[in-house]
């Protein structure tokens, strides 16, 4: 699976409805936020109306306690009145990857070249593994050619990492197996 570009970027979370006229904004954290970013990091960057990530910065903020929830308002450097705050209202706010204090994922090993195996038989061999938006597409050597599995439920039974092994169920719905 290949590595894209805007992976080197993590949303932290949401502009949301402006606050005052000023220029202040509603700050909408997600599970990447952490409360000392906004102090620990001087760059963030924000999706302009032709999705490219442009930087802009804090200027000051303020958080409030209400019924225990924490609300964030921010004033950035490139919003200035309420229009602009209007204009920013639902835009993810990101910073790069390595700012990010979260523990680091564990990586899945790679099915490339583990055995698929289907009623008890070794059929083939793991060749790639396609990204694709709904969820990954399994390319085996299957025969003389090959043949595109989805990875889902529906036509994987089980997955042994110990043995590179991969047991397949429903092939018949795809191929005549």
């Known amino acids: 699976m290949t590595q894209q570009a805007n992976n080197r970027f993590v949303e932290i979370g949401r502009i949301g409805r402006p606050h005052g006229l000023d220029g202040k904004v509603r700050f909408l954290p997600n599970e990447h936020f952490t409360d000392d970013l906004f102090d620990s990091v001087d760059l963030f960057f924000m999706k302009n109306n032709r999705s490219d990530l442009v930087p802009v910065r804090i200027e000051n903020y303020q958080t409030e306690i209400k019924k225990n929830q924490q609300t964030f308002f921010v004033n950035f450097d490139t919003i200035a009145s309420r229009n602009d705050a209007e204009a920013a209202m639902n835009k993810a706010l990101f910073i790069e990857r390595d700012k990010v204090n979260s523990q680091p994922e564990e ?70 197996l």
């Open 107 to 176: 990586e899945e090993p790679s099915l490339t070249g583990y055995a698929v195996s289907y009623e008890g038989k070794e059929i083939g061999r793991v060749l790639d593994v396609l990204d694709n938006p709904a969820h990954p597409v399994l390319e085996i050597k299957y025969g003389s050619g090959s043949l595109l599995i989805p990875f889902v439920d529906e036509y994987i039974e089980k997955t042994d990492h110990e043995n590179a092994t991969l047991y397949f169920r429903n092939l018949n719905q795809l191929t005549d």
